[in-house]
């Protein structure tokens, strides 16, 4: 089993940064990518990054690209998202996820095997 920790969410202004953080423990050894994902009251949760555990490939949702980063720090068994020039839109819960399997395209949540309990970004205007 792997458990997952997220911690940074907050309430930031229009334009603002904030940084995730998702602290991984258990049998981390099995985690082939792990990705971020969000959910706004009354929707679905989507794909918004993902990152393979070697670092080697990212993947971000078109909402996203050129302001978030995600990024990860094997050492510390962590995964991070940078966000910047946030909006309104924004706003979510923010989960953090991780998948023992490799080949996927990771944008589903269906591809996650382990789930953190999520954190609360809000981004005012």
């Known amino acids: 089993q792997v458990q997952l920790v997220e911690s940074g969410g907050g309430l930031v202004q229009a334009g603002g940064s904030l940084r995730l953080s998702c602290k991984a423990s258990?049998?981390?050894?099995?985690?082939?990518?792990m990705g971020w994902f969000r959910q706004a009251p009354g929707k679905e949760r989507e794909f918004v990054a993902a990152?393979?555990?070697?670092?080697?490939?990212?993947y971000y949702a078109d909402s996203v690209k050129g302001r978030f980063t995600i990024s990860r720090n094997n050492a510390k068994n962590t995964l991070y998202l940078q966000m910047n020039s946030l909006k309104p839109e924004d706003t979510a819960v923010y989960y953090c996820?991780?998948?023992?399997?490799?080949?996927?395209?990771?944008?589903?949540?269906?591809?996650?095997?382990?789930w953190g309990q999520g954190t609360q970004v809000t981004v005012s205007s």
């Open positions: 990152i393979t555990w070697t670092g080697s490939s990212t």
């Open positions: 258990g049998r981390t050894f099995t985690i082939y990518a």
């Open positions: 996820a991780a998948t023992r399997d490799s080949g996927l395209g990771y944008k589903s949540p269906n591809e996650y095997d382990y």
